[in-house]
């Protein structure tokens, strides 16, 4: 369905740092659940059920931890009627016990990490389950049974037919005992999530798994089988196996192997080490597969006559791999194909035209390639096309009317960041119903596009940075009840907000369920309607860089699932309002440039998620409240910069430890730096922030992204920069030695304060110094020779100090040639200054005659 979700890449984490790859991530956060299915509720049937189940039920129930009662129909006489339990309507015996979590399936996982909705827990599982003796079907999926084995009794209930544990927290090493499940037809103990929930199940020998000779579907996803000989011998001995799932196993594929299971269908071996980098040739010889993912197996060269035979496929998913431009030509010869999945390969050069021959295709996916020129006329003539997302490559040409006559199919179109602009009549009436639409930096304005206005299903429209200079129309969120994610920032909308907000929010109230909504980089002006506060359901709320004026709404505080909120750079004044302080979920906020002020209200220590905090640039006046540090211990961002902080910098900040930027710069403090901020662990490190981090904060990025060069800290990586900021106050007294242990510091600055002391020698740690900036205190004695060990160094400023002696010279101080740089100090002496009395020449290591 979401075919981008990068969850399924298992490195996806540990690798990925690029800002495309995160935009990507975040994009598909936005816009996807994770496709999953429960079997849903069991029917019940009239029978009151036999006693000793009935007590074997209890038994088992008394095992689990049930913190949201899901199980509080289990009481009475009858079980057949409790919930999750179906008995066979002949002779009552319970068939069927399916605890499967199906509330978990519409969660969002954006709300830092993965709460467990109504998950069943238990530290065991009690064994009277065996007393069921005719179970045909068990299902504990999508629960939390954290950290306990797979219980070996399960392999004593011969009758079953369905065992489904996956996405249940099991570990361990898979028990031999399900071996004996002669009847079973569906064995599921794999892990869809497994980013998230911590799936650390192992099998070593596979030599059960051969002996379930009835079995049609098996996912082992996430198993780790690396220690296992014998997997593709097992599962040869699977006659009836159908459906075979072993992505991300550890497994090492075999280029040779012998395969007799022409009954296999469909086949997912992504995110697996293949020993040769081509296709394994006997892949071939799976001539009855429908289903065939090969992700991130990092394959490339050619296919020859690989898919020739195999006339059944219809979906092929090659995500992540090194295919270039030709095997998508020979892929064209595979007229059975529904789906095809080819983005993030080394395509090249244009969309072949032999494209047109897959004239079943509903769905294509090449984004994040290099294709070029235009698009094919024969894409166009695809009339079965659902969707389309080539995305992210560099296609030119513009888009019109006739393009999509024949897509009378489509519903997503996924055309950002190419070339590409679109520009079609404003009483255009598409043959289609779109649900998703990425068109990023198309150039379609200047007018609001009315097409749209036919597009009644709309889930997620982005539309950032497509030259629309107009207001918001009044038909626009009238019928937006589907819709999840808008993104119309970087435009010139100009106007209020308060139509708008009053059409999405008028959206039947059971309806809504907008989550993300970026407008910023806009014109809006007004206030902030009142109406955004029923958007329940959100969880990113970017207003910033508009002309909003006036308070921010009391009601915003109602919006508590919201993840991320921006309200930067804008015209709005008054007290931050307490009720801000119920978002606790909140682990973003920028207020950053706006004219707030009074004091921050207390509430907001109820914030502990927070890691990122901006209230740069505003009027607050306060003292920096002590909660800060106490409470706030997630805190990576924190920009107090420009406002009317007073008072000392609270030691409690030491406990801040995942501290990566401390701006308080321009401020009224006073008192000395705390000598603690060795405890900034992060900043002691040299690494950027782990990329896990990036879990977190899926948003951060995208709000990032759009701050431009104006601050050091925005324009940079946030994972990656690490910076003290604490320059235009009355900060008296020494630079605190222990600074000196920050040696992963890239911007020091304590400009304009009342430092006196020496530099300390030390200096030359911070070898990630890229700007340091001391200019302006009462700084006395030698610059310490060490600084010319900072080959990172592009800017100094010591001005304005009581420096002397002479300057130290060589390798990165060299290239700063600026006298500015040094001026105000009245005994400094040296290159780019004057040169010193020969009394004073710096010698070879750097310290001087006297
Ligand atoms: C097992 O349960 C999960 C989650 O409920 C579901 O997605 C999956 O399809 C099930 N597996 C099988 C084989 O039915
Ligand atoms: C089952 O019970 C319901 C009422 O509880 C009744 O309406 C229905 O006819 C019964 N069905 C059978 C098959 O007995
Ligand atoms: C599962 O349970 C464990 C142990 O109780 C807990 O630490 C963990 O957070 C839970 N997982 C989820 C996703 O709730
Ligand atoms: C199964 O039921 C019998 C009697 O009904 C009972 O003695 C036994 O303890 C039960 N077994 C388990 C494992 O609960
Ligand atoms: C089930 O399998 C286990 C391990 O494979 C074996 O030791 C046990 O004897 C089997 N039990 C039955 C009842 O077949
Ligand atoms: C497949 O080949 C294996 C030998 O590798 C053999 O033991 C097994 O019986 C064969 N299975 C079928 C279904 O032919
Ligand atoms: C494919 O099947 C053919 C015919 O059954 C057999 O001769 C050949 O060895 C098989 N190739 C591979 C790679 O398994
Ligand atoms: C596609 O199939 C045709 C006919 O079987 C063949 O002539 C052609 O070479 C194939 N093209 C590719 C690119 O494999
Ligand atoms: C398209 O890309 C190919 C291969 O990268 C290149 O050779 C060709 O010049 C490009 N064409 C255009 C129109 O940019
Ligand atoms: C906006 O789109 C234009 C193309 O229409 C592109 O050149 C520009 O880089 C985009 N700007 C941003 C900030 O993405
Ligand atoms: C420094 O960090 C430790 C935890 O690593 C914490 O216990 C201590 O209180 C912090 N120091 C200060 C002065 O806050
Ligand atoms: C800064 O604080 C001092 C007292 O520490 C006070 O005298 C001064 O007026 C304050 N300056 C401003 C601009 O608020």
Redesign the pocket.
């Known amino acids: 369905m979401y075919q981008r979700n990068p969850m399924r890449h298992p490195n996806f984490l540990d690798t990925t740092s690029s800002l495309l790859s995160l935009f990507l991530f975040i994009t598909i956060l936005v816009t996807s659940q994770i496709p999953?299915?429960?079997?849903g509720q069991a029917h019940s049937s009239n029978f009151t059920c036999i006693e000793s189940e009935r007590q074997a039920l209890l038994q088992f129930r008394d095992s689990l931890i049930d913190e949201s009662n899901r199980l509080s129909s289990w009481i009475g006489e009858d079980c057949c009627s409790w919930d999750g339990i179906s008995c066979n309507k002949v002779i009552g015996h319970v068939v069927k016990l399916d605890l499967?979590n199906s509330e978990q399936l519409g969660f969002e996982f954006y709300s830092h990490w993965y709460h467990c909705r109504s998950c069943l827990a238990g530290d065991h599982l009690s064994p009277s389950l065996v007393n069921l003796t005719i179970l045909r079907h068990l299902?504990l999926?999508?629960n939390n049974f954290s950290g306990i084995r797979i219980p070996t009794f399960l392999g004593l209930l011969k009758d079953l037919r369905?065992l489904?544990l996956?996405?249940a927290g099991f570990v361990g090493e898979v028990p031999h005992h399900l071996g004996n499940l002669s009847h079973l037809r569906?064995?599921?103990i794999g892990v869809?999530l497994r980013r998230i929930i911590q799936n650390k199940l192992t099998s070593n020998d596979l030599e059960w798994v051969a002996r379930l000779s009835s079995l049609e579907?098996l996912?082992l996803n996430s198993v780790d089988l690396s220690g296992a000989q014998d997997v593709f011998r097992a599962i040869n001995m699977l006659p009836l196996l159908k459906a075979l799932d072993l992505e991300g196993c550890g497994l090492t594929v075999p280029h040779l192997l012998h395969v007799n299971s022409t009954s296999l269908s469909s086949l997912d071996l992504s995110a697996n080490q293949f020993i040769n980098p081509t296709i394994p040739p006997w892949l071939r010889n799976l001539t009855g597969l429908q289903d065939l993912n090969l992700r991130f197996c990092y394959l490339g060269g050619e296919v020859h006559d690989t898919f020739e035979q195999m006339t059944s496929l219809v979906k092929l998913d090659l995500y992540g791999n090194r295919f270039d431009t030709s095997t998508l030509k020979c892929i064209c010869n595979i007229s059975s194909l529904t789906s095809l999945q080819m983005s993030e390969n080394n395509l090249q050069g244009s969309i072949p035209s032999e494209i047109g021959q897959l004239r079943k295709l509903t769905r294509l996916y090449l984004f994040f390639n290099e294709l070029n020129g235009t698009i094919p006329s024969s894409l166009w003539e695809l009339t079965k096309l659902q969707t389309l997302e080539v995305d992210r490559n560099s296609l030119t040409g513009v888009l019109s009317e006739h393009h999509f006559v024949k897509l009378r199919e489509l519903n997503s179109l996924y055309i950002s960041y190419n070339f590409l602009s679109l520009h079609v009549s404003s009483s255009w009436v598409p043959p289609f119903q779109l649900r998703h639409i990425t068109m990023d930096s198309i150039e379609t304005g200047p007018q609001f596009p009315n097409w749209l206005r036919t597009q009644k299903e709309i889930e997620v429209l982005f539309m950032q940075n497509v030259s629309i200079s107009d207001a918001i129309p009044s038909w626009f969120g009238v019928h937006f009840n589907y819709l999840k994610a808008l993104d119309l920032s970087r435009n010139n909308l100009e106007g209020s907000l308060k139509s708008f907000a009053t059409a999405v929010a008028d959206v039947d109230k059971e309806a809504i369920k907008i989550e993300s909504l970026y407008l910023s980089y806009n014109r809006f002006t007004g206030s902030i309607p009142e109406d955004l506060c029923r958007l329940k359901t959100l969880m990113v709320l970017d207003l910033s860089n508009n002309h909003l004026s006036g308070s921010i709404p009391l009601c915003l505080g109602n919006l508590r699932h919201l993840v991320a909120l921006s309200l930067s750079d804008n015209n709005l004044c008054g007290q931050i309002p307490s009720s801000l302080g119920n978002l606790e979920e909140l682990g973003t906020l920028h207020l950053s440039g706006n004219k707030f002020d009074g004091k921050l209200p207390s509430s907001m220590q109820n914030l502990i998620r927070l890691q990122i905090l901006d209230l740069g640039e505003n009027g607050i006046k306060d003292i920096i409240p002590v909660w800060i540090g106490e409470r706030l211990s997630d805190l990576k961002f924190l920009r107090l910069e420009s406002n009317n902080f007073r008072g000392g910098i609270p030691d409690k900040f030491c406990q801040l430890l995942h501290l990566q930027v401390l701006n308080l710069a321009h401020n009224n403090l006073s008192g000395f730096i705390p000598h603690c901020f060795n405890n900034f662990t992060m900043m002691v490190s040299r690494e950027a922030a782990s990329a896990d981090l990036l879990m977190i904060n899926y948003f951060e990025l995208r709000l990032l992204n759009l701050k431009g060069g104006r601050e050091l800290e925005y324009s940079k990586n946030l994972l990656s920069v690490k910076s003290i900021i604490l320059s235009a106050n009355n900060l008296v007294g020494e630079i605190p030695d222990e600074i000196m242990d920050l040696v992963g510091l890239q911007i020091f600055n304590l400009s304009k304060n009342h430092l006196n002391g020496r530099i300390p020698q030390k200096i030359g740690n911070l070898k990630q110094l890229e700007t340091l900036d001391l200019s302006m205190n009462e700084l006395n004695g030698e610059i310490p020779p060490s600084l010319s060990g900072l080959n990172s160094l592009s800017s100094l400023n010591l001005s304005y100090n009581k420096l002397s002696g002479p300057i130290p010279s060589g390798n990165q101080l060299q290239t700063l040639t600026d006298p500015s740089i040094y001026e105000g100090n009245i005994g400094l002496c040296g290159k780019p200054l004057n040169s010193c009395p020969a009394d004073e020449l710096p010698t070879e290591n750097g310290r001087t005659h006297s």
């Open positions: 999953l299915g429960c079997t499967c299902d999926s999508l369905y489904n996956s996405n569906y064995l599921d869809a579907t996912s």
